[in-house]
DNA sequence: CAAACACAGATTGGATACATTTTCAAGCCC
DNA sequence: GGGCTTGAAAATGTATCCAATCTGTGTTTG
């Protein structure tokens, strides 16, 4: 056993311990991890619903996931408590659960903190980002420039923006940063079906521009132009509420 | 019942509808306590860690705590579980629960995050302050000033600052900013209890400037108050790293 | 004498079963 | 015929019990 668990008088093994998790690596977040087996059914249904399989506002029964992952309802207590945690699964005491939904003000203000929050990890990073990461940029610029299905173009560009995290050595702001994408999913995903062929130009160019600014080390404008990548993107948002009738007529 | 109106047409066919919206609860069940034994729990151990009846490192054990509020160990599992997603408590797979304990570098990086967010959640909230908010900001300086006890001042100063968030409706950058003070809290009262005569001095014309900007009604300005009180005030921190040795070797 | 192994104790994680609360639907009264 | 009350059914919350895992110590061996 590692010596930093030489409690004999202190109390606690290593609370904050852990290398660090970033946000790189798509994967799962693994956060606290719950346990063995909740853990996986947290996994899974946070896979189900970020991948379109359950959609907002649809409610979720707890029985019926604890048949679907073979185990009993507690886990999936658990798991449901841990997305709701996430910002992911709505509980409401003795009456159930159902997938989280945002309004358009809601989403908006996620918007609006990921203008602010997002720079500051973005700082955080570019100084300390690894070669391999600086060469993956430009060529997963050039990929989303030819990504044709909308879940290719979302999988990639998630993969983007946390390679351009993947430098910061964070606890709880890549965390945070983490849950803002993952509760504004669905709505990137409907953004990008309604998206018009000039937006997506726009959307290529502020991310080359962001991706030479990284390379060339200059974090402060970085920031500048990964702001003004997610105003824009706010802003687009805000002159399609359709996105969000669509899904609440669903 | 019916107090949700659903905001979009009276969409939804029973199935698909429900409290999914972050703000929209049950009418009869307010989120905060639905009396509910687990919620209980959770927020009696929450404001023993905030009031520092429980120390950052101590060690958790769920039999303890199912004994002395009276309940099995269930409920105590899903406050823990709670209290982890408010970052207040760290949970190890298998081996147990322990009080969260944030290295000078993590409480730096929340000051950070609460320099670029506070000042939008004020932004947002002072164009729709109540009168009656208002008119409590100066006394409430007042009071700060007079204030003897640590814990006294702490109080005041997070009724302050709450209050001047106390117009923005917002439903999850409001639970952030908490969640960010609440982590904080042990350091917080650390922080003020070596602070020096002169440091009281500034944070106390800080919190004046900041009232007068607000009651002003310039947003802009009164942001600008509260990103250089608390940058001062991280800034200060960094100068104290005693505060962290003193709460490890405890 | 020190380090690795193994066992015992303790603590958490999960499954089953029961009590409580809410919801839905049929029936009754106005 | 419409609105309200009442009853049953379903879903959630909780308690108790059992299994899996980890910590810590004692022993053994080089």
Redesign the pocket.
């Known amino acids: 056993?590692g010596g930093r668990?030489a409690?004999a008088a202190g109390t606690g093994?290593a609370p904050t311990s852990g290398p660090a998790n970033g946000t790189a690596s798509n994967g799962s977040v693994s956060n606290g991890t719950?346990?063995?087996?909740?853990v996986r059914i947290t996994d899974a249904l946070r896979a189900d619903i970020l991948g379109g399989g359950l959609r907002p506002g649809e409610r979720i029964?707890?029985?019926v996931l604890a048949e679907r992952y073979g185990?009993?309802?507690?886990?999936v207590?658990?798991a449901l408590r841990a997305l709701e945690a996430e910002g992911l699964v709505v509980?409401v005491?003795?009456?159930?659960?159902w997938v989280a939904k945002l309004s358009l003000d809601e989403c908006q203000e996620v918007y609006q903190v990921r203008e602010r929050v997002e720079p500051l990890l973005l700082s955080m990073s570019v100084p300390r980002l690894e070669q391999d990461a600086l060469d993956r940029l430009l060529p997963l610029v050039e990929a989303m420039r030819g990504a044709d299905h909308v879940e290719e173009f979302l999988a990639l560009d998630r993969e983007f923006h946390m390679l351009t995290y993947s430098g910061a050595e964070t606890t709880m702001l890549g965390e945070l940063v983490e849950r803002l994408w993952n509760t504004t999913q669905h709505y990137r995903r409907a953004f990008a079906l309604l998206g018009t062929e000039r937006t997506a130009r726009g959307i290529h160019l502020e991310h080359e521009l962001l991706a030479l600014a990284i390379l060339r080390g200059d974090a402060e404008d970085a920031g500048r132009v990964l702001l003004g990548h997610i105003r824009t993107t706010r802003l687009e948002l805000s002159r399609h509420p359709e996105v969000f009738h669509v899904l609440d007529g669903a």
Request: net charge positive.
């Open positions: 056993m668990a409690s093994p719950p346990a063995g087996a909740a029964r707890q029985e185990a009993s309802r507690l886990p207590r658990d509980l005491p003795n009456t159930g659960a």
